[in-house]
C-alpha cells in the first residue's frame, strides 16, 4: 500500500517568513495530492490539492509543487501570519484499488507574531 | 448542513462499554471514509464505503469494529467492548467520488476510562 513520509514534523517560523513542508509518497499510481489544515479541536480542512498533470500549483500565499519523478511534493506558505498556525497534513490518493487517502503524520506550523 | 457532520463530539466510555458514532455525510456523496486519529498523529484509514458497499475495511483494527451505511447515506461506526487503546478522535469524510477531494467532519473524539 501506499506510505506517506512527512517532514519536518514542527516548524517555527516568524510572522511574514515563509514555510515549507515536505511529504515523499510511495506508490507511483498516486496521483492526486492533497494537502489538509487541522485546527486545534477540528476536522482537516482541505487547503490545497494537486494532480499529477501538473507540477505546481498557487493559490494567493499557498503553493504547491509536485515532483513525480522523485515521488515527492511540498507545501509552501509565503508571509506567514499566526493564523496560519496549525498541523498540516500531506496525503497521497491513487486510483483503482488506491482510492483511499493515505495521509503523512503531520507538521505543526508555529508562527510567532 | 452544507458539511459532515459527527455526532456526538465528545464521548466517554467506560471499558468495556459498547459505542456507536454517527456520521452524516454531504448530501450526493458517493463516497465514506472512517479514520481513526490518535493524539499527535495522522489520521488512519479505517474503512470505506461506496454507496451502501463497504468496500474496504483493512484497517479495522479488530472485530469489535463494526462500520454500516445501509441506505449509501449515514454512516455508524460501533465499537464494542471498548479499550482505552480505542480512545482517539474518530473522523469521517466524504466525497462526489472515489478521486476527488474529501471533506472531513469535526470528528468524534472518544475517550475510554
Known amino acids: 500500500g501506499e506510505n506517506v513520509e512527512q517532514h519536518p514534523s514542527t516548524l517555527s517560523v516568524q510572522e511574514g517568513d515563509s514555510a515549507v513542508i515536505k511529504c515523499t509518497y510511495s506508490d507511483s499510481a498516486s496521483n492526486y495530492f492533497p494537502w489538509y489544515k487541522q485546527e486545534l479541536g477540528k476536522g482537516p480542512q482541505l487547503i490545497i490539492d494537486i494532480r499529477s498533470n501538473v507540477g505546481e500549483k498557487k493559490d494567493q500565499r499557498i503553493a504547491v509543487t509536485l515532483n513525480k519523478t522523485a515521488k515527492h511534493f511540498s507545501l509552501h506558505i509565503t508571509e506567514t501570519q499566526p493564523e496560519d498556525s496549525a498541523v498540516y497534513f500531506c496525503a497521497a490518493k491513487g486510483t483503482g484499488g488506491s482510492y483511499i487517502p493515505t495521509f503523512g503524520r503531520g507538521t505543526s506550523l508555529i508562527v510567532h507574531p | 448542513g452544507a458539511g459532515v457532520s459527527q455526532s456526538p463530539r465528545y464521548k466517554v466510555a467506560k471499558r468495556g462499554q459498547d459505542v456507536a458514532l454517527r456520521c452524516d455525510p454531504i448530501?450526493?456523496?458517493?463516497?465514506l471514509f472512517w479514520y481513526q486519529q490518535a493524539l499527535g498523529q495522522g489520521p488512519e484509514f479505517l474503512t470505506y464505503f461506496q454507496n451502501e458497499a463497504q468496500l474496504d475495511k483493512s484497517g479495522l483494527p479488530s472485530d469489535r469494529f463494526f462500520a454500516e451505511r445501509p441506505e449509501g447515506s449515514v454512516s455508524t461506526l460501533k465499537i464494542q467492548r471498548t479499550q482505552q487503546e480505542d480512545s482517539a478522535v474518530y473522523l469521517c469524510?466524504?466525497?462526489?467520488?472515489?478521486?476527488?477531494?474529501?471533506?472531513f467532519g469535526q470528528g468524534t473524539r472518544l475517550t475510554v476510562v
Open positions: 469524510a466524504s466525497s462526489l467520488a472515489g478521486n476527488t477531494e474529501a471533506f
Open positions: 448530501s450526493g456523496h458517493v463516497s
